[in-house]
Structures are given as structure tokens and as C-alpha cells.
């Protein structure tokens, strides 16, 4: 991982990171997305995550690999301490360090805001497939998360039914 800088996100890095989303959008079910976004519209989220939460990046050798963002879990004064967790690598750097070092990081920095609690909400399936797997699940145990609950068949992708679950792990 000494390699691996991280930093953090800016506007400008818009059109690189939809790339890395765009694979997903189209070739998986790991986001439950199903249009790409313009990249005007990416550079958008960028924005707004960055007016209250961290937005961070990977970089190997100049290029980004990855990246991860907070954003609010519920919105009422009572959960701030809580924060939604989100992630994405580049399907080439897949098992490489990049996601650990970018939750590490993630997780940080909302601690030092006072978050406590970290969540992922995160595709899930009965069956792998060759849309979906678990590694998502299995990245974020790796990471110290627990599972909190799922969400049976309450999304469709590519003409099938996908649950999803909520992780959770104390960071504060």
C-alpha cells in the first residue's frame, strides 16, 4: 500500500471517477444505478459530498485507482454522529490495497468529524452471479463491519431481483 497516495477528491477529477463507476453502472449490479450519469451531473455529487463529508482518491503512479465517500446515513439532527459509507475501485486494481487504504483513510476522517458510527448499504445476492458477487460483503467484514440487516428482492437489475444489506461498524 506505500505506494497508494490518497487525497482528497475535487471537482476536477469528475470525468476519471465516472469512468471508474461507469463499469459498474453498466457491467454489474454492484450499484443499483442504471443510467450513467453526465459527467456534469457527477461533478455535482462531488460538490455537494464535499460541503459536509470527506471525498477521497486513490492515486498509483498519477492515476486514479479508486475512491470512497461519506455521506449522510439519515437525515435528522439525531443521527450526525452517522455516517453512509461508499466505495468503488477500479475493476483493475481489484485486491491491491487501494480499497482498504481508501476505508482507512474514509473512516479517519469521519472519526475525527465526530462520526461514531459508519454504514454500508451494499448489493446483495442469494446466488453469485455474473452480475453480483459477495466480495463487496466480504471487503467490508475484512474491513471490521457486521451485518446489520438485508433487504429481500427489494431491487431489480438486469431482469433479476437483488436484496441489499446494511453493514455497520463503531469507528468512533
Not at 53 to 78: C, H, L, M, N
Not at 92 to 103: M, P
Request: aromatic fraction near 12%.
Amino acid at each position: 500500500m506505500a505506494d497508494i497516495e490518497i487525497r482528497t477528491a475535487t471537482p476536477f477529477d469528475a470525468e476519471e471517477l465516472l469512468g471508474i463507476y461507469s463499469y459498474y453502472i453498466i457491467n454489474t449490479a454492484v450499484t443499483y444505478e442504471i443510467d450513467v450519469p453526465s459527467a456534469e451531473d457527477f461533478r455535482r455529487r462531488i460538490e455537494k459530498t464535499l460541503k459536509k463529508y470527506p471525498y477521497i482518491v486513490a492515486e498509483r503512479d498519477g492515476r486514479i485507482t479508486g475512491y470512497a465517500y461519506a455521506g449522510v446515513f439519515k437525515d435528522r439532527a439525531a443521527y450526525e454522529r452517522s455516517a453512509e459509507t461508499s466505495i468503488y475501485v477500479d475493476v483493475n486494481e481489484k485486491r491491491h490495497g487501494t480499497g482498504t487504504a481508501l476505508y482507512r483513510e474514509l473512516e479517519k476522517r469521519l472519526a475525527d468529524m465526530g462520526v461514531r458510527n459508519a454504514y454500508a448499504c451494499i448489493a446483495s445476492t442469494d446466488k453469485d452471479d455474473e452480475y453480483l458477487n459477495h466480495d463487496s460483503i466480504r471487503f467490508h467484514e475484512k474491513q471490521g463491519y457486521t451485518l446489520v440487516g438485508t433487504f429481500h428482492k427489494c431491487a431489480e437489475k438486469f431482469g433479476r431481483d437483488y436484496d441489499m444489506v446494511w453493514m455497520e461498524k463503531i469507528i468512533g
